[in-house]
């Protein structure tokens, strides 16, 4: 999996109404601005003390592979509940009355969930602020990344390469990404520099070239 950082507004709000409770409304901040940022900050507030159904209503969250290689989340309370649209645009969750669960009927922005998990190679470099650092202003190079470039490869079918296509189209600049690395069991955010496809068989593999973010 895949979240890249676009140019959506992530600031965006949702109101939800569980059941009889009052309703309440969440705005996501403007830094959880990929899908999985964003996915797990309103899953939090939904769960959080300040919430009048709190000990009462428990939210869970997952995800899941769509047809066109994005990514559709699930929230689930046991409960009826109402959406307004604050979060058709980014998380693809539309307005409406569920009961119990609600799927997104969009793929969420930015997001990439290709057949095959992506490989991360070598190390993410992680430094403090300052010329070689991802956190300054300069993106991590020479020196700062010489020795510790990390790499992504995936590979992916048809409709994978086209879904990549279409999330680089509102990609924000400079690019970053959050990858899944298996291996650790953990995200790693990265600076995502040139792609590289080539064939693979029937299908293609794609070589992201990244720096650490």
Avoid: H
């Avoid at 899953?43 to 995800?63: D, E, I, K, M, Q």
């Avoid at 020479?142 to 189209?169: C, F, H, M, W």
């Amino acid at each position: 999996m895949l979240y890249l950082t676009t140019t959506d507004n992530w600031a965006f709000s949702v109101t939800v109404t569980v059941g009889a409770y009052a309703a309440q409304t969440y705005t996501n901040s403007a830094s959880n601005n990929n899908a999985r940022l964003a996915s797990n900050g309103l899953l939090a507030y939904l769960n959080a003390a300040g919430r009048p159904w709190f000990g009462v209503v428990t939210w869970t969250l997952s995800s899941a592979r769509s047809s066109t290689a994005g990514t559709r989340f699930t929230y689930t309370c046991g409960n009826i509940f109402t959406l307004n649209a604050g979060a058709a645009t980014c998380l693809g969750l539309a307005a409406g009355a569920y009961a119990g669960a609600a799927t997104s009927t969009t793929d969420a922005a930015g997001s990439w969930w290709p057949k095959v998990r992506p490989s991360v190679r070598s190390y993410a470099r992680d430094l403090d602020a300052g010329d070689s650092s991802g956190t300054g202003a300069t993106r991590p190079g020479s020196p700062g990344a010489a020795l510790y470039k990390p790499s992504v490869e995936v590979i992916a079918n048809g409709t994978d390469a086209a879904r990549l296509s279409q999330a680089l189209k509102t990609a924000a600049s400079p690019r970053t990404v959050s990858v899944y690395q298996a291996i650790t069991d953990s995200w790693l955010s990265l600076s995502l520099g040139e792609i590289q496809r080539s064939r693979q068989g029937v299908d293609y593999r794609f070589n992201l070239s990244c720096v650490g973010a």
